[in-house]
């Protein structure tokens, strides 16, 4: 048989077997909502609150009437003294207090200060490595439900291990469509790796957590000890899940031929009433070829993101793909040379379980859902990451379990989001070279660079430290005012002609920009110490060390003609860091030492010639995309 007709595996394992281990904790069913005698307080600016309760305005007056008649402290939660705790005397009516409060002219906002408690959390040792369960909001899903052992999800893929210590109380009759026999026993160890991502046992004691903690496992053996298998034994495997009640089926394996035997099973198996769910590929960075069963119809396709929410360089995207869900760094069950342990794993072989996990969590509390209208339910209350509405990357958004057992527990099946209106901005139209010899034109991206930016983007580093133009010259209007910018692949440039050069361009903060629109808010990282040999910046609480503090040194904006760059002009290139460094996975799916500054991003790549490990993150191009520009 030609090896066209082969389905390969999705996955390269890379396992681990360090973590450390979790405590466990049982969530808190009945308290108050909020605490008594308490109230949060959000002050107008330039409104001052002392300690003792004494209010002043804007113009430093004291406010006769003061802040609330029962007010005994108040204590400031934040460093600009806006958001205040106050406490009142000992049984104050907080909702009455919180009325009074919004009539009173220093005061934005009053609430109560509302009770948050542990969430469900299991004690199994692996689940604090576990991120991406944060990330979906598995804990908060689970609150809801853990699932039921009356939903079985069919793992077609290379078996299962019947001894796994988190897995063996989980499986339901299985069947190995290579041979014809009930044999179902793993012998490459991916099958029993997505297994444990959908439904490992939990909160056991044991190892790792799985997504739906009682849902049941079918185990369907349709690929080798090599990881391959054939359309024949996808179909045999489909069938036999269909036929044996499953209500789920995740296959993650994939080839790209499409065959008709295959679409005609899932069709079938769609027909008994199952969901089907398929890892996307992962092509991306390969030519990117259309996957199948992923791209058939009636079959939920599962991309795969990186712990900072982005669909990672590797992941297959296109128009078939509906939902997005973790897949970089993936802990669970795993059978390897013959023993059972555990994992750690990349693609979108990891994110596909994830998905059937809180399929089985939704039908555990609303099981007579249609396969449609569960999958309406999964992609409409994913989280939308990427540009507004669905794309080719991630679909409708990343998995979030949470929103989506609410969903079913309160018997709501959301609409899907509506395309969004166009919103490409003309400017990043590619143009054609100009007639005009001194403007400089850039065929890799179409677009011109002329003037005060060409010599500025000359005489500070060039593609090195901008990249290309990728818009033309046009009006923007941005948080200090309306100006004439462009962007690059790394920044954007703005001309401020009442500054005299060389500060009539300026740099965007996009270090800061690009967070925001991510929904992270840099104020609130963990702040770093003064170390001997880095650059503490007291301003932001930051810390530059090696290996950044060095190409931060040595590159900056020239201001002053002289050799070498000071720190005044370093600044003006990157601004203060916003983070420490931190493992992130950026657009290209690389997973790499970063750490966030004012104008910038820089990433470490170990792995390239030396002038090459420190690299400028594209922020310019990645505000673009998420703005729908181009």
């Not at 003609?561 to 860091?577: D, R, Y």
């Amino acid at each position: 048989m030609k090896l066209r007709f082969w389905l390969a595996v999705l996955l390269l394992l890379v396992t681990s077997l360090a973590w450390a281990p979790a405590s466990s904790a049982q969530s808190i069913e009945s308290t108050p909502s909020f605490v008594p005698d308490e109230v949060l307080v959000t002050l107008r600016p330039g409104y001052r609150l002392t300690s003792v309760g004494r209010v002043f305005d804007p113009l430093g007056r004291e406010l006769r009437a003061g802040l609330h008649p029962g007010l005994i402290s108040a204590e400031s939660l934040d460093r600009s003294g806006s958001v205040e705790l106050l406490r009142l005397r000992p049984g104050s009516d907080v909702h009455t207090s919180v009325t009074a409060l919004h009539g009173n002219p220093a005061v934005l906002r009053a609430e109560p200060n509302y009770v948050r408690m542990l969430l469900r959390e299991p004690g199994d040792p692996a689940f604090s490595q576990q991120w991406g369960m944060r990330k979906i909001l598995a804990p908060e899903a689970w609150d809801i439900t853990t699932g039921s052992d009356q939903i079985v999800i069919a793992l077609l893929d290379t078996g299962v291990s019947p001894s796994h210590e988190d897995l063996r109380d989980k499986l339901v009759s299985g069947f190995n469509a290579i041979t014809g026999s009930g044999d179902f026993g793993d012998d490459e160890g991916h099958g029993t790796y997505t297994a444990g991502v959908a439904a490992a046992s939990t909160d056991n004691g044991t190892g790792v957590a799985g997504v739906c903690w009682n849902c049941r496992i079918m185990p369907i053996k349709v690929l080798d000890s090599h990881g391959i298998g054939s359309s024949a034994s996808l179909v045999k495997g489909i069938r036999y899940a269909a036929d044996n009640g499953a209500r789920i089926i995740s296959m993650s394996l994939g080839g790209a031929e499409r065959s008709q035997a295959e679409e005609d099973a899932v069709n079938y198996a769609y027909s008994k009433g199952a969901l089907i769910i398929a890892a996307s590929g992962n092509s991306g960075g390969k030519g990117n070829p259309t996957i199948y069963p992923a791209a058939f119809d009636h079959v939920l396709a599962v991309a795969a993101t990186g712990n900072t929410d982005q669909v990672t360089g590797f992941s297959s995207y296109g128009p078939y793909v509906d939902i997005a869900a973790p897949g970089v760094g993936i802990w669970s069950t795993l059978w390897q040379d013959g023993s059972d342990t555990y994992g750690v794993a990349n693609g979108t072989s990891a994110s596909c379980p994830h998905v059937a996990g809180v399929a089985g969590l939704i039908l555990s509390i609303w099981p007579e859902l249609s396969p449609d209208h569960l999958a309406q339910i999964l992609m409409a209350t994913a989280d939308d990451i990427g540009v507004p509405g669905r794309d080719d990357y991630n679909g409708y958004g990343r998995l979030n379990a949470f929103r989506a057992v609410s969903a079913a527990r309160d018997r709501q099946i959301p609409d899907l989001p509506k395309p969004p209106e166009p919103r490409g901005n003309p400017a990043f139209i590619p143009v054609g070279p100009p007639a005009d010899p001194s403007i400089a034109y850039f065929p890799e991206t179409g677009h011109t660079l002329r003037g005060a930016f060409k010599s500025f983007w000359e005489q500070n580093g060039g593609l090195e430290v901008f990249g290309f133009p990728i818009s033309e010259e046009f009006s923007e209007q941005t948080a200090e005012g309306t100006y004439i910018v462009q962007y690059f692949e790394r920044e954007r440039f703005e001309y401020h002609p009442e500054n005299a050069p060389p500060y009539h361009v300026l740099l965007g903060r996009l270090g800061d920009t690009v967070l925001l629109d991510q929904g992270r808010n840099w104020f609130t990282f963990p702040k770093g110490q003064e170390v001997a040999g880095c650059r503490h910046f007291a301003e932001t609480g930051h810390t530059v060390c090696e290996p950044f503090l060095s190409y931060w040194r040595n590159h900056g904006l020239q201001f002053d003609g002289q050799p070498g760059f000071s720190e005044v002009e370093s600044l003006a290139l990157f601004g203060m860091p916003l983070s420490e460094p931190q493992m992130e996975t950026n657009k290209a799916g690389d997973t790499v030492l970063t750490q966030w500054f004012e104008r910038a991003r820089l990433e470490y790549h170990p792995n390239n010639p030396p002038e090459y490990q420190v690299l400028l993150g594209l922020l310019g191009s990645e505000l673009v995309d998420s703005r729908a520009w181009r």
